[in-house]
């Protein structure tokens, strides 16, 4: 969880430009997308805001939920205490998660009575970013917050790398595509087989994705 790169990212008005997927499933397969969440997909915000103003922008997440459920927080592989105070680089891996059993838990815990034991896996704030226009940042979810928070994510829609894109459809049994209701590729009706048939992985790497299931459809 805590070695994540940082990715490097090309302005917003050239991903902007890029594919877009969205599919219905019925409710009952939208949990098999979330392995995406957990690899990490992209999200944009404004250029220079706080983690807490950014991570407040996402779905689901109020300043309450934050506070209450998100108790560990990594940018870039540093664990993070103070939400209001860190700003985020263009293009940084931001990985968040609820509380942690154990000591390990403890101690990766922002704010707790052990972070003195992390000191040289923490998070300290660099240099002020500009702060205009919006920048992407690569988000991962763990444990609890994929089930809590990921149909929302996917709903709205994320930004995705086509190279994993590409393998989470490579990698699906045929059963997989009995729980589709609906694929709709740049604005045209497609079946499964162009999904598989599709290269992904070209000059457009970022593919605006989009899931939701036959009770909220798209």
Known sequence: MAGSGTPQVENTSNILQHQTLNLIFQEEYIPRFFQLLQRGFMVKARRGCSLKSLLCQQPGISSEYLEERIQTIFIDGKAVDNIERAIPADGATIAISAAMPGLVGATLRRGGFYAALRSQITYTAGEECAS????????????????????????????????????????????FWEGCEEIELDGSKVKPQKLLETHWCGEEKQVLFKVASTRSGI
Do not use: T
Request: glycine share 14%; no cysteine.
């Open 132 to 175: 205009e226009g919006e920048a992407m940042f690569k988000l991962k979810l763990f444990n609890l917050l994929i089930d809590e928070l990921g149909r929302g994510f996917l709903e709205k829609g994320i930004w995705i790398d086509g190279k994993v894109l590409q393998d989470f459809f490579k990698g699906q049994a045929e059963s």
